[in-house]
């Protein structure tokens, strides 16, 4: 094989490689959302063996991220890719991390079921919790459509649809005050805006993909929210 055909063969194999491993961060994806579904299902009916099952999940969603990981450090290191390529491949190694994340944070919530903390299923915390998760579930699918259509406009409504989120998490704190004077009640109160925290952070990765995409597109790369000026 003379010189030039060598060099068409490994290009081909590079964007065949590239391309898996964008399919395998989609597919990180829909097991991640899977496993979102299902935790907030067993906080809704305080389900244990639900819990146990998102816990079970991680441990295909951290294969996924692995594999992929090696995959896209692979390409880094023998293909030394250039422009777009390689903002897709670091668009691709950060949101791989982002959602190995966001499982992790799947299992902190499922954990807190497990632990089997009483909660009262009418309480407005749970039902806060309910449209937290919600929101998230349609966080997650626009991030995700967003990355495969390449789509700006899409990434961009999710700094949006994150301060509905930001501020479902603050109306927590409004909610504890109501059960300060009752020990017993405030304890699980207590770790239901834990669970809150979690999800907000949840959202806070979903932006961060977003982020990405908009890198991947236009080149450049720009923080859709800025941390160093105070919520409003």
Not at 39 to 44: I, N, R, S
Not at 98 to 111: F, P, Q, S, T
Request: proline share 3%; with cysteine; hydrophobic share 45%.
């Amino acid at each position: 094989m003379d010189g030039s055909l060598e060099r068409e063969a490994r290009r081909a194999g590079f964007h065949e490689e590239l391309e898996a491993a964008e399919t395998a961060l989609l597919a990180l994806g829909s097991t991640v959302a899977r496993q979102l579904k299902l935790v907030m299902d067993a906080v809704t009916r305080q389900d244990v063996e639900l819990a146990h099952d998102v816990i079970a999940d991680d441990d295909e969603a951290d294969r996924i991220y692995l594999e992929n990981q090696e995959r896209i450090l692979n390409l880094l290191a023998l293909q030394a890719p250039v422009a777009r390529d390689l903002r897709l491949v670091s668009a691709i190694l950060h949101s791989n991390l982002h959602l190995e994340r966001m499982g992790d944070l799947c299992v902190n919530i499922a954990k807190f079921v497990r632990n089997e903390h009483s909660y009262p299923a009418d309480s407005p915390m749970v039902a806060r919790l309910q449209e937290m998760g919600a929101r998230l579930e349609e966080m997650l699918e626009v991030a995700l459509s967003a990355f495969a259509q390449r789509s700006v406009d899409l990434a961009e409504e999710l700094p949006e649809r994150d301060e509905v989120l930001n501020r479902l998490n603050r109306g927590m704190l409004d909610d504890l005050r109501a059960y300060a004077g009752d020990e017993e009640a405030f304890e699980w109160a207590v770790n239901v805006v834990l669970v809150a925290r979690y999800l907000e952070r949840l959202g806070d990765h979903c932006v961060d993909i977003g982020e990405q995409i908009a890198f991947l597109v236009t080149g450049i790369f720009r923080e859709f929210t800025d941390a160093s000026r105070p919520e409003p």
